[in-house]
């Protein structure tokens, strides 16, 4: 029985030690945005380049969509209302949905709340607007 519990460990620190060495090296060992729930703005850009079938919303106040949202952004849904106006979408259950907001902070109660009603694959995106700012990416008005 501790024989086994040793290998554990051991198994465990040995892949946490590739993680570390690939991380240096630049490699890296990510998730899947689908398994980590998180996607990055590079990550989003490429998405919305190769066309892949997603749903975009902004769940930032009218006022603040209207100064600037991510070009593709199908929705501007404010996080507060998410409950109420989900519906509009007529997003199936099942679709992927990326939610993003200013910082991070809202998508992330965003995530939750359609999480809670049964949508099966919404992810948030790190960072959000700032870090597609940080990057230089295109911003519509």
């Not at 991070?104 to 960072?127: D, Q, W, Y």
């Amino acid at each position: 029985m501790i024989f086994l519990i040793l290998i554990d460990y051991g198994t465990i620190m040995l892949k946490k030690l590739f993680c570390l060495f690939f991380t240096i090296v630049g490699i890296g060992c990510a998730q899947s945005a689908e398994k980590s729930g998180e996607i990055t703005v590079h990550e989003l850009k490429r998405w919305l380049d190769e066309k892949k079938n997603f749903v975009l919303i902004d769940v930032r106040t009218p006022g603040e969509h209207s100064e600037g949202y991510i070009p593709g952004t199908g929705w501007n849904i404010d996080y507060r209302e998410l409950e109420r106006r989900i519906g509009e979408t007529a997003v199936p259950r099942d679709k992927t949905i990326v939610v993003y907001c200013r910082s991070g902070r809202r998508s992330s109660i965003a995530k939750k709340t359609l999480t809670s009603m049964g949508f099966k694959n919404v992810i948030n995106l790190k960072g959000s607007m700032i870090a597609w700012g940080k990057a230089r990416y295109p911003v519509a008005n």
